[in-house]
Nanobody, 128 residues
Framework: QLQLVESGGGLVQPGGSLRLSCAAS????????IGWFRQAPGKEREGVAC????????KYAESVKGRFTISRDNAKKTVHLQMDSLNSEDTAVYYC?????????????????????WGQGTQVTVSS
């Protein structure tokens, strides 16, 4: 059974940084495409950053381009989301999700409907 566990959330001041991690188990990690999504109170879920099976295959929401970086470490079965220059609009619960039915050349996608497996989420709060 594929399981995803997020970590690294917390409280950070505006302009600060956080690094989220998503650890996967129960499936061949190098066959997974991973996405980071977030949901703030009263708002719809948003695809933030997504990575395909190839490390160079990434996609970002316009709101985080240039500030967030997604990366994967297949040896450690982990995907990281480095978040810099955080602001109050980034406050949300962040979830990682996995797609299993992809090939190496499948473009990265942040369409939540394509992800069948989800973690429990980690809270990120940006506040002074």
């Amino acid at each position: 059974q594929l399981q995803l566990v997020e970590s690294g959330g917390g409280l950070v001041q505006p302009g600060g940084s956080l690094r989220l991690s998503c650890a996967a188990s129960g499936f061949a990690f190098d066959r997974l495409a991973i996405g980071w999504f977030r949901q703030a109170p009263g708002k719809e879920r948003e695809g933030v950053a997504c990575i395909g099976r190839s490390t160079s295959n990434t996609k970002y929401a316009e709101s985080v381009k240039g500030r967030f970086t997604i990366s994967r470490d297949n040896a450690k079965k982990t995907v990281h989301l480095q978040m810099d220059s955080l602001n109050s609009e980034d406050t949300a619960v962040y979830y990682c999700a996995a797609r299993t039915r992809t090939i190496l050349t499948t473009p990265a996608s942040c369409d939540a409907g394509e992800y069948a497996y989800w973690g429990q989420g980690t809270q990120v709060t940006v506040s002074s």
